[in-house]
DNA sequence: GTCTATATAAAGATAGAC
DNA sequence: GTCTATCTTTATATAGAC
């Protein structure tokens, strides 16, 4: 288990990744983040003296690692088979703030080092869509089902799963959870009938 | 037919309108547009007096208005069949720029007037899922396919195809409308063997 | 480790000449 | 209708006191 350096400083973090990940690198500025961790604006360079950039991939980078770590537990920790898992997936998906992969290719990214950029657009791709490119292999092996692009079907797993964030938000959050679960009985019987 | 009130103006618009899609509402300068419109910022304000704000909500509310249009010209086109429908629909969002839902909902609504970001939500709503929900609504009339929550259907359907906006350019468009088709053939038919 | 004060640069916007 | 010049505000960032 790692320490955190401080506590004031993983209160910016925490922020920090929950504000970029909402609203995107561009929208959120260094006070918005100082205003959340309770701090002066002033303060934040003294944890982070790389300033807003550094910030943005210290703390994706870290969003992303926990988003291997959540999907991998929720698959283990699901019963083994394929809805099940999948459901699981959704659940830890739909806990955590909006993963949006086309601001992130098309906005975020462009904004910052291109080194940078190219690190998180791979970790992005390992932690989260090989996770269930993953899980649909594993179904694939069992034979319950089958397809030539599983990793397309797994794009669209987490797409869609994702969209559920931009939905005007229901009574609770089961509501949401519902919706997701419907979605991967699509996936799997599809809707004709 | 409406006259664009000036060549210049639209160059403006349509320049505004790419960038906006593509990196959202914060990401973009006015000497983004201006430079892309190829004329001087200050200009801008001339054709639209009432700043970025204005300026975004035009050519936001334009670029659903057109969504509409081309959804409905690419269903009534196609054969009358929902793979055919479905796989028009994916053909026409994948012509535009990227439509991205959860930076829309999280970051550029939030940025401008409320009572505007309002009529905007409805307005996506109406232009680009409704549609969709009536192609699945016809087959489900058709007993071709059946399902509680064709909106929902529907959204999934929209951010899968919208999620290949993100995935590193392939050898030509080709190939995302390849992947856009298969992932009809698993909406309809399902994974499962 | 946090603040005040300040520097610097960029963005949105306006005035007015041409 | 477009430009130059300018204004104002905001954002990122730094210096230095406490």
Chains 1, 2 share one sequence.
């Not at 992969?101 to 098309?106: K, M, Q, S």
Request: contains cysteine; proline residues 5%; charged residues 20%.
């Amino acid at each position: 288990m790692v320490e955190p350096k401080s506590q004031s400083r993983e209160r910016v973090l925490q922020a920090a990744e929950s504000l970029f990940m909402k609203r995107g690198y561009e929208a959120v500025t260094v006070k918005d983040i100082a205003k959340a961790a309770g701090i002066h604006h002033a303060s934040i360079y003294h944890h982070i003296p790389g300033g807003k950039a550094d910030l943005f991939v210290e703390v994706t980078t870290r969003h992303l690692y926990q988003h291997q770590k959540g999907m991998r537990d929720a698959i283990v920790n699901a019963e083994d088979d394929l809805h099940s898992q999948l459901l699981a997936v959704a659940t830890w998906l739909l806990s955590q703030p909006p993963l949006d992969f086309i601001r992130l290719t098309n906005s975020d990214l462009p904004s910052i080092d291109e080194k940078a950029a190219d690190e998180i657009n791979n970790l992005a791709y390992e932690a989260v869509l090989v996770p269930i490119a993953d899980v649909l292999e594993q179904a694939c092996l069992k034979g319950v089902v089958d397809h030539p692009n599983l990793g397309n079907v797994a794009g669209a797993i987490l797409s869609s799963i994702q969209g559920l964030h931009a939905v005007p938000e229901p009574d609770v959050l089961n509501t949401r959870i519902y919706m997701a679960e419907q979605l991967i009985a699509v996936f799997i019987r599809g809707i004709a009938k």
